[in-house]
Structure formats: structure tokens, C-alpha cells
């Protein structure tokens, strides 16, 4: 079956926020959380070493939307439920349709850091990947010096099935960087 022939909820809830696919319009917060964040992320993170205008992020987010509605990617905007206010930008990356199998990346508005919005959304993501997709297997990867990614996989119960070494160049381009592989499977 096509992918773009799959029906399933384009937003969710968890107990404290809102997760949904992204919108027009959301470029102009979305800039804002990057430009607040860029010190935090820009060492995992390529798109945050990268100057960019709000309009330039708008088109990345009206991007993101069609390739949601065509099931290509699935970006998932996080939003603190009381207030609406964007807290994370996260997603259903590298999908196969086949397994189903998919990657969730995730990364938080530093202002809203440390109070446990990027765990309640992994886990939300990851039982909406289990649910509603009939997801096989859920991954994460990310750094090993990235302890805060590692610890997020970590609470939302991923496992660390292993560690790919010299798996890819680094951002600067001058070493080679290992990667942490987590997953959960049904």
C-alpha cells in the first residue's frame, strides 16, 4: 500500500502538552526556539549552525507539512498544552513502511529545558509510532557525548542495543564520531 493512503491523527495529546504535525505559521516560533537554543544544539544539530531568516524557517516548516501529508517524514511540533507555547520540535524520521520501522529525533526550546517536556514527548511519540502506525521498531540515535539525548532515550525506556563506532563524520567535518543506537520493539 502508497503511504500517502494511510490515515492516521495528524496531532495528540500527553498529559501535559500537544503534539502535532507542523502548520503555516509556525516558523515565526520556530525561529525563536532555535535562536534561543542555537548555544545548546548547535553541536548535534546542523540546522543551528546555520544563520537563518523567520521566512527561511517558514518555508522549512511549510516543507515539513507536505512531506507529513505525503507520509515522507513525519515532524512532530511539541506545544506546552496550558499555555501553547512551542517547547519542542521532535518527529518520525528515516521511516520504513515496509517493517514499519521509524527514528525519532528531538530536540527542546532551552528555555523550557528540565522539566521533563522532551521524555513526555519521546514517550508519546513512541506509543503514537506503536499505536497508530503500527510501528515494529522505534529508534534513537544520537551521540555518545551527547548525555542529554542518551538520557532522554534512557527514561523513556529505549535500550541501547549498541554502539556504531566511526559512524559518521563530525559536524566540522575534522573526525569521525560514534553513535548510540536505542530502540524499543513490539
Same mark, same amino acid.
Given at each position: ?5 494511510? !490515515? ?7 498529559? %501535559? ?5 507542523? &502548520? ?51 515532524? /512532530? ?18 521511516? *520504513?513502511?515496509? =517493517? ?10 532551552? %528555555? ?9 514527548? =519521546? ?12 510501528? %515494529?521498531? =522505534? ?29 559518521? %563524520?563530525? /559536524? !566540522?567535518? *575534522? ?8 530502540? &524499543?520493539?513490539?
Amino acid at each position: 500500500m502508497n503511504p500517502i493512503l494511510l !490515515d492516521f491523527p495528524n496531532e495528540f495529546y500527553t498529559e %501535559r502538552l500537544h503534539i502535532r504535525m507542523p &502548520m503555516h505559521g509556525d516558523g515565526q516560533a520556530m525561529y525563536e526556539s532555535i535562536e534561543a537554543s542555537k548555544k545548546e544544539i548547535s553541536p548535534w544539530l546542523p540546522f543551528a549552525r546555520q544563520e537563518q531568516t523567520v521566512e527561511e524557517v517558514e518555508i522549512n516548516i511549510r516543507e515539513a507539512h507536505i512531506k507529513f501529508l505525503k507520509r515522507e517524514d513525519l515532524r /512532530l511540533l511539541v506545544f506546552e498544552k496550558e499555555t501553547g507555547e512551542l517547547v519542542a520540535s521532535s518527529g518520525l524520521h528515516q521511516i *520504513d513502511w515496509t =517493517v514499519p520501522k521509524f527514528e525519532i529525533g528531538y530536540w527542546i526550546d532551552t %528555555r523550557h529545558g528540565g522539566k521533563g517536556y522532551i521524555t513526555e514527548a =519521546v514517550k508519546g511519540i513512541a506509543d503514537f509510532a506503536f499505536t497508530q502506525l503500527k510501528a %515494529r521498531r =522505534v529508534q534513537i540515535r544520537c551521540d555518545p557525548k551527547n548525555k542529554r539525548s542518551s538520557a532522554v532515550a534512557e527514561r523513556a525506556g529505549f535500550t541501547l542495543e549498541g554502539i556504531l563506532k566511526n559512524d559518521e %563524520r563530525s /559536524l !566540522d567535518g *575534522d573526525s569521525l564520531t560514534d553513535t548510540c543506537v536505542y530502540a &524499543m520493539t513490539k
